[in-house]
Structure formats: structure tokens, C-alpha cells
């Protein structure tokens, strides 16, 4: 059964960084475009960034220049590096996992469980 887990959250004050990672079951990933999205209380599900096979990447406007996401697809892991942190970035953030390109659309296959990030002001 495929796998994605999600750790690294946890709370953090404005300002500050936090890194998060997504551990794949499978080996086969290292070829799957891998996404990271995030969900705030009362509010739907939002595209933060995504990492394809070969590294391109693409990011919302609104983390653009603060958070930064990568791969190492040795470890079948994508890791998602975020600074600069607002409050408004306190959300469940979950990884995603699919074969093709989706951007920022809900449709990837494989989805984790989410981490917690909290941001206090």
C-alpha cells in the first residue's frame, strides 16, 4: 500500500523556520510530481508549492520567496523549507503524490495525513 507521511510541524513564533518532510513507500515516486498544499481552519484546501521528477517547481503567490520546496529522491522524500513565517500560515499541511503534472488542482492520486504547523504571533 502506498504511503505518504508527513513530519516536521509543530509551532513556531513570526519570523521564524520550519521544515517540513514527506516520506514516500515507494521508490517509484522519485518520478511522481509531489505537491504540498495546506488547509486552515474554516477554510479550503490551498496549492502551496510542487516539485517535479527533474526538479522544476512552481509556488503560490502567496509563499513565493519564503518557502522552498525539494526532493531527495534517493530517500524518496520531498521536503518543504518554510521561512519568514506569518501567522496566516498556520494550517494543516498535507504532501501529495502523481504520476502527472495536476499544478495546483485537488486531483493528485496519493495524499498524506497532514502535519500541523501553528505560527504565533
Known amino acids: 500500500q502506498v504511503q505518504l507521511v508527513e513530519s516536521g510541524g509543530g509551532l513556531v513564533q513570526a519570523g521564524g523556520s520550519l521544515k517540513l518532510s514527506c516520506a514516500a513507500s515507494?521508490?517509484?515516486?522519485?518520478?511522481?510530481?509531489m505537491g504540498w498544499f495546506r488547509q486552515a481552519p474554516g477554510k479550503e484546501r490551498e496549492f502551496v508549492a510542487v516539485?517535479?521528477?527533474?526538479?522544476?517547481?512552481t509556488y503560490s503567490d502567496s509563499v513565493k520567496g519564503r518557502f522552498t520546496i525539494s526532493r531527495d529522491s534517493a530517500k524518496n522524500t520531498v521536503y518543504l523549507q518554510m521561512s519568514s513565517l506569518k501567522p496566516e500560515d498556520t494550517a494543516v499541511y498535507y504532501c501529495?503524490?502523481?504520476?502527472?503534472?495536476?499544478?495546483?488542482?485537488?486531483?493528485?492520486?496519493?495524499w498524506g495525513q497532514g502535519t500541523q504547523v501553528t505560527v504565533s504571533s
Open positions: 516539485i517535479s521528477w527533474n526538479g522544476g517547481t
Open positions: 515507494r521508490r517509484t515516486f522519485s518520478s511522481y510530481y
Open positions: 501529495a503524490a502523481n504520476k502527472f503534472n495536476v499544478g495546483a488542482s485537488y486531483d493528485y492520486e496519493y
